[in-house]
């Protein structure tokens, strides 16, 4: 349930939450602003979110502390329409999703190793509540308004609440135990990590692949309206390449066994490269759909590729501290720069843009060879501390 939840979350934000703002009197720079903004601020808060969730070896409270962020930003948005308060509604809110989108990552891969079962096959609930809110918010906008987007936000960040506060409890604490010495260790151990050139060769590579979206991301629904298409159209074409991405995440245990975390990563990149292309020349709709297919290589593959490399090369003890790092640098430092230059050359020369995202899929390529080059296929650091695995 708190994949589907946080699946519902993006289904709404990503095809129409642009259009929200613009629809809010925001201009296509100040759009920009704003979400490369909350995602260049996810390079402090992510990590931060990680590691004291590491040091308290508690992801669920956290998780929550931030899920309440996301519910209180998007539902103020409801209520104003001032462009200062949206900025201090929407950024806090789009920032504590993406630190807590990683967090219950990790806990998705723990449970999957500590149960024995495929974490593909839990991911795809998070794609098929994406799939479904889409549909939702497509036929929403276009009976109702484009209002609706922020009531259907606040909607999906009440059930993530819900369905966290349904994860197991974390144990009662020793109260010998402090947590400034448990926070110092793991800011060690983090030090130790970001000191790995593997492990940054890997955020590299992940990173760019993954902010080669920027443009689709920030500024694809947008680019369809003005080329004409409804907000119907766009809520059944946005999450097309989303049934890709459920196909290959429910059969991730038998492509981990067939292809490394490293090849996935190159696939990924180069499937980058094909899609952007074909989407920056403003196709017909039937070439349309055929680049949305491709989204399960853009995205699914090189996901499952940073997921399982950090499963394999990094103690369990730091599992969401790296996963915050690779989200951070992904999601937030690299999209956010890749959101924020395709505001300005979007204003410029269109969907041509994507061409930008086509460069950027090439030098994820290059990357994950180097990477592959680099890597043993085992842990990239050794601590002196016994991995922790009562809790989530």
């Known amino acids: ?46 990590p931060v979110s990680g590691i004291i969730a590491d040091a308290h070896n508690d992801r669920r409270s956290v998780m929550l502390v931030l899920y309440w962020i996301v519910f209180v930003g998007f539902g103020a948005l409801a209520f104003t329409a001032s462009p200062i308060l949206i900025f201090l509604a929407a950024v806090p809110a789009y920032v504590a999703y993406g630190a807590a989108t990683p967090l219950l990552e990790s806990v998705c891969v723990r449970l999957s190793e500590r149960y024995n079962f495929d974490y593909g096959r839990v991911r795809i609930w998070a794609s098929t509540a994406f799939v479904m809110m889409n549909v939702a918010g497509g036929i929403g906008a276009r009976q109702l308004g484009i209002f609706v987007v922020a009531p259907m936000l606040a909607m999906a960040a009440a059930l993530c609440i819900f369905s966290t506060l349904m994860l197991p409890a974390p144990p009662a604490r020793d109260p010998k135990s402090k947590l400034m010495p448990r926070l110092r260790a793991t800011f060690a151990e983090t030090r130790e990590l970001l000191g790995s050139g593997v492990f940054l060769v890997f955020l590299l590579a992940a990173s760019v692949e993954q902010a080669s979206h920027g443009f689709y991301y920030g500024y694809g629904g947008l680019h369809w309206r003005q080329l004409g298409y409804s907000e119907t159209l766009i809520g059944i074409i946005w999450p097309v390449g989303v049934l890709a991405e ?15 975390p490293c090849k996935l990563l190159l696939i990924g990149g180069f499937v980058c490269v094909v899609r952007w292309t074909i989407l920056a020349f403003d196709p017909a709709l039937p070439i349309v759909v055929f680049a949305q297919f491709l989204h399960g290589g853009t995205f699914a593959m090189a996901h499952l590729g940073a997921v399982f490399f950090i499963l ?17 640098c992904s999601q937030g430092v690299m999209m956010g720069l890749a959101t924020l230059l395709s505001g300005s050359v979007y204003g410029a020369i269109g969907g041509r843009a994507y061409l930008l995202m086509s460069v950027m899929g090439a030098v994820a390529m290059g990357l994950a060879v180097l990477l592959a080059r680099r890597w043993h296929g085992g842990r990239i650091i050794h601590g002196t501390h016994d991995e922790r695995v009562d809790t989530i």
């Open 1 to 46: 349930m708190s994949q589907a939840s946080t699946g519902m979350i993006s289904g709404v934000f990503l095809p129409f939450f642009g259009a929200f703002l613009a629809w809010r009197g925001l201009s296509a720079g100040q759009i920009g602003l704003l979400l490369s903004t909350a995602l260049l601020l996810r390079a402090l808060t992510g």
């Open 312 to 328: 394999r090369a990094v103690p369990q003890r730091l599992a969401a501290t790296a996963q915050s790092l690779y989200f951070v």
């Open 246 to 260: 459920i196909v290959l995440f429910s059969q991730a245990q038998r492509i981990l066994r067939v292809f490394d």
